[in-house]
C-alpha cells in the first residue's frame, strides 16, 4: 500500500493562531447557548411552580365541598390551613401525625416553637409547596435564644385574607378574602366570580438570621427578608376591625381611628431601625418561615401590593400588607376560585390587584391572560 508522506517528513498540526480561534469560537457558542440552556431550565421550574399552586386551589375547592366552607385561619400558634389541605393533596399520612385539636406550638408570638409532639412533622419538606425557582433551603433550622433549636420546613404558596384595603388586612374580623380568623366561607360567597377571585399566590421564602440595616435601609429584593413595621401601631384588638397607630409614621394613615390604605412606600422607610425577620433566628415569624403554623407571616397573604413590588411585605403584629412574590420573570403566580393558573404581571394596576383578591367587592377587575 502507498502512502504520501508530508514533503521533507514534516508534520503538520494547529498554529497557537487556529487553536485559540477554535476556542475563541467555542467560547462563543457557548456563551450564546448558555442563556438559552438556563430560560429553558426556568420555564421548567416556572411550569412546575404553576402545576404545584394549580393542585393547591384543587385542594382548596376540594376541602370546601367535603365540608362545606374553606377552611378558617386559626389565632396564632394553631395550625395553618395548608396543614388542613393536606388529605386532599394526598398526603395523608403526614396529616395524621397531625392533631388539629391541640395547639401547634408552644410560647408568644415572638418565641414561638412547634409542640414536641409534631417536632417531626414540622421538618418534613413538602414538594408541592416549594417553588423550584426559590433557591431558599427548604428546611431550616431556627435558633433559639433560650431553649435549643428546632427544625420547620418551608413554603411558597400563601393563602389569601382579602384584598388588605380599608381595614380588610385585619383577619381577626370578617374579611374580603376567602379565610379570616373563625371564617367559614362557602363558594358561593365567591360573588365577584370564581374566575376574577385570586384564591392563593406565591410568595419569596425568609431565610437567614435576622438583620437591623438600619433606618431605610432595604435588603436586595425580591425580599429574603419580613419588615417589621409594628413599631407605631398598637395590637390591641378594638370594638372594630383594624390596628389603631400608636405613634409615627402609621398615624399619617390613620382614617376613622384606624390604620386604611397606607402608602407603604413612604411609611417603611421612616420606621427607626427596624427588624427584618429571616427564618433562622429565634422563633416562627419570616414569610413562609414553615408550612404547619397559622400566622399572617407564615402562611397568609393578601393582595395590597403589586406581584414583586419594591416595597416590601410589611408585618404589623399578627397581620401585614402583603403581595405575590417570586423569582420569576416579571410576575408571580396565582391560582383563582375556578383553579385556573395566571402568572399576574408586575405591572397591574393596584386597584385591579386588590380588586381580584376580593371576592365581593362588585369590581369589574380581570388578571392579564
Known sequence: MWTCAPVGGERRGFTLVELLVVIAIIATLIGLLLPAVQAARESARRSTCSSNIRQMGFALLGYESARRSF?????????????????????????????????????????????????????????????????????????VVAGGAFTVAGLNYMVSMGSGSGTTYDQRWPTDGIVYEGSRVRLSQVSDGTSKTVFMSEAVRSAGDDVTPGTGVTPPAPYQKTFNGSTGVSSAKQTTPGYPPSGSPWSAAAVGGMIQNPDLATIWPAIANPTWWGANTNTLRGRGSSWATSGAANTLTNGYSTPNSRVPDVIIHATGFFGPRSYHRAGAHAVFGDASTRLLAEEIDPAVQRALHSRNGGEAASANP
Open 71 to 143: 377552611p378558617p385561619t386559626d389565632l396564632p400558634g394553631g395550625f395553618s390551613i395548608q396543614a388542613r389541605l393536606l388529605p386532599y393533596v394526598e398526603d395523608a399520612a403526614l396529616a395524621k401525625m397531625l392533631d388539629f385539636t391541640k395547639p401547634a406550638t408552644t410560647g408568644a408570638f415572638n418565641a414561638q416553637r412547634p409542640d414536641p409532639a409534631f417536632a417531626s412533622a414540622f421538618a418534613t419538606p413538602i414538594p408541592i409547596l416549594l417553588c423550584p425557582s426559590d433557591a431558599a433551603p427548604a428546611v431550616t433550622t431556627v435558633t
